[in-house]
């Protein structure tokens, strides 16, 4: 057995990929404030066996509507590799939390996946066009 497809799964069941989180918070709390909520936000991930890389805080932004009757918010970003289990319990977490006014989970793909995907999907289209004349001329 391989060791580290041991070590994934005790780290809550899965390989680990990379997302990156974005989540606007509550403009009334302060610097504390949102770092409590940056701080549990992490525990979540690393509870689960994920760890998070990279935590960006773009500071107090306008709004392009209003969520939640609030018309600014603290926007806070991350990059973290995590299972599946631990990016669930983090969208749970955002979801249930208080001061979160809206949040965006993103999986990152990597460059070899989306060539390979491009290759599929644009070939894809073409043959399904060129049988679709043709079934369409025999049962006329």
Do not use: C
Request: charged share 30%; net charge positive; glycine share 8%.
């Amino acid at each position: 057995m391989d060791v580290s497809l041991g070590t994934a799964r005790e780290n809550g069941g899965g390989r680990l990929r990379s997302y990156e989180v974005i989540f606007i918070l509550d403009p009334a709390l302060g610097d504390e404030g949102v770092d409590a909520a940056i701080a549990a936000a992490s525990s979540v991930v690393a509870k689960e066996g994920g760890e998070v890389a990279e935590v960006q805080k773009w500071g107090k932004k306008r709004l392009a509507y209003a969520i939640k009757k609030r018309r600014e918010g603290h926007y806070v970003f991350f990059r973290l590799q995590a299972p599946v289990k631990a990016v669930a319990e983090l969208k749970r977490h955002l979801n249930i939390a208080e001061p979160v006014l809206k949040h965006l989970t993103v999986l990152m793909e990597t460059s070899q996946r989306r060539v390979g995907r491009a290759k599929k999907t644009s070939a894809a289209p073409q043959e399904s066009e060129a049988l679709r004349p043709t079934a369409e001329i025999q049962e006329a």
